[in-house]
């Protein structure tokens, strides 16, 4: 079903013809986010280039009872950006101005569409820096980021994205402003801020971000350790953190990503290690090297079979650019891969993943794994073709079995990815009737008639009955092709 066209209309007297697309070859760019297992040509693009003519396209949108669907770069991994049956896909890439960099209040004021980098880049000049770093910051953009709560390898010791925020312009499908938070830091009533932060583009869209800037630290030292046993290294997670000490960034890579990501980067990992841990410590120069010292003291007690520290600026960057494209490094070993997302406590580390590489065992599927060690955030990537008959079917029977690890450790079904559409099933294990009949009530109040993002994030009840149904009676796994709202 196509958009009424007396909405085309409105549409393009509210941000200009050039920035309406309707062909399908126009708007066949935009069919899916990097979760590329689910596609669908939007029936209508739209690219506004002011926020004000965000809010007419909204306010259009209501009219027409139409859905919306909000867009920044399209890196999202678990299919929030894409398109509905009947909806305009609403591109904030536009919007990228940077309106502020105010040095002495230490903040940056800017439009949704500026990428997570050029915030540390224009903050550079003034010694300061936006600290949460996901690994896609070159493209993704920040109103995706607050959409998502991204975070990044730094965000252990910085934070996630809600705990960088000041401030936060929303655009309502009912027609109306709201400003949240303030960039004078705390500001009174509910704190709605962090209620927008993660919200998957369903309660409002971001037009207007206030980020805090942290300064450059003194001083930088990355250390890169290597063992021969997997368990070993999970352990060393849990023991830095005990030891008192707050790496600025603590990723582990077993054996396949790592190799992947040194034939991809060529950054220096030996290649002969089972697994591989990257921690990094900033702050101040005192502070750091008494860190590096202990940090030292605790790997050696779990049996590091290798340690280097980083020699300058160049070679860090080296160590951290195999991480930082480990996910493309993996992705050459196969047709196809799936990113996972799920976060467990740390102590569970080793568990989890001896569960994993059984659950691969039993599947057939090899996995790798990069991820956020410090923060309990795993990154299994899940290799597989999918033109082989039944490969991808059995990569997402995996990949939910691998969350329900996750929930059976106390986890969570996502660390920093979201929902989307790819983890609506997965919701239903980690959530009661309850809480769900409450993310429900709040989506209601922003958005009564449902057009925003629907049937992202939130599963409804009689999907999840359909869910367990299916779980109990052990048929396929329902990971959606399209929401079911
Ligand atoms: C190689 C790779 C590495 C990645 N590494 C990380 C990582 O380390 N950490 C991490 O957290 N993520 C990571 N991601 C995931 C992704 O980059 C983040 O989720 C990012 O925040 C998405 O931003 P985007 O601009 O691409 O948003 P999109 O994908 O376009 O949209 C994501 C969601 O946000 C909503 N949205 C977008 N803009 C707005 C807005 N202005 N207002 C309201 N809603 C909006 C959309 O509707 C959608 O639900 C990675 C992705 C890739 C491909």
Not at 451 to 463: D, E, H, M, W
Request: proline share 7%; hydrophobic share 45%; charged share 20%.
């Amino acid at each position: 079903m196509r958009p009424d066209p007396a909405l085309i209309d409105e549409l393009r007297a509210a941000v200009g013809g050039d920035a309406v697309l309707v062909s399908p070859e126009a708007c066949a760019p935009y069919e899916c986010d990097a979760l590329t297992a689910h596609r669908r040509t939007p029936d209508v693009v739209v690219l506004p280039g002011t926020a004000e003519q965000v809010m007419e396209v909204l306010r259009a949108c209501r009219r027409h009872s139409t859905p919306v669907v909000a867009r920044g770069a399209g890196t999202g991994l678990s299919g929030g950006a894409l398109p509905v049956e009947g909806g305009v896909l609403l591109v904030l890439a536009r919007l990228n101005r940077v309106l502020e960099v105010d040095p002495l209040r230490r903040l940056a004021r800017v439009e949704p569409g500026v990428t997570n980098l050029e915030i540390s880049q224009v903050a550079a000049p003034h010694a300061l820096y936006y600290a949460p770093d996901p690994s896609s910051q070159v493209a993704c953009t920040i109103g995706g980021n607050v959409a998502e709560n991204s975070g990044g390898v730094h965000c252990l010791k910085h934070g996630l994205t809600v705990h960088n925020l000041l401030a936060v312009r929303v655009a309502t499908i009912e027609g109306e402003w709201l400003t949240l938070g303030s960039p004078a830091g705390e500001a009174p009533g509910l704190p709605l801020l962090a209620l927008v932060t993660g919200s998957e583009g369903m309660l409002g869209v971001v037009t207007e971000v206030t980020v805090r800037l942290k300064p450059i630290p003194e001083r930088v030292e990355l250390l890169m350790a290597a063992f021969d046993d997997v368990r070993r290294c999970a352990d060393a997670v849990g023991r830095v953190i005990a030891a008192g000490i707050v790496p600025a960034g603590l990723e582990m890579m077993d054996a396949p990503a790592l190799r992947a990501a040194e034939a991809f980067a060529h950054c220096g990992y030996p290649q002969d290690a089972a697994a591989l841990l990257l921690c990094e410590l900033d702050g101040l120069t005192h502070d750091v090297e008494r860190e590096l010292a202990s940090v030292q003291d605790v790997l050696r007690q779990c049996g590091v079979t290798s340690l280097r520290l980083a020699r300058d600026a160049t070679e860090r960057q080296r160590m951290w650019s195999g991480r930082k494209s480990a996910f493309p490094a993996v992705g050459r070993l196969a047709p196809d891969y799936f990113c996972m997302d799920g976060t467990i406590p740390r102590r569970s580390l080793a568990q989890v993943l001896e569960g994993i590489a059984e659950l691969s065992g039993k599947f057939g599927l090899s996995v790798a794994n990069v991820f956020h060690a410090g923060d309990g955030n795993l990154h299994p990537l899940i290799l597989f073709d999918a033109g082989r008959a039944g490969e991808s079917e059995s990569a997402e029977h995996l990949g939910a079995e691998i969350l329900e690890l996750c929930i059976a450790a106390g986890g969570t079904v996502t660390g920093e990815h979201g929902v989307g559409v790819e983890k609506l099933g997965p919701m239903c294990s980690q959530f009661g009737a309850g809480e769900l009949e409450a993310f429900h009530a709040v989506k209601r109040v922003f958005d009564p008639d449902s057009l925003l993002n629907p049937g992202k994030a939130v599963p409804t009840l009689a999907r999840c009955a359909d869910y367990g149904a299916m779980r109990v009676h052990g048929g396929k796994l329902p990971f959606p092709h399209l929401p079911r709202f």
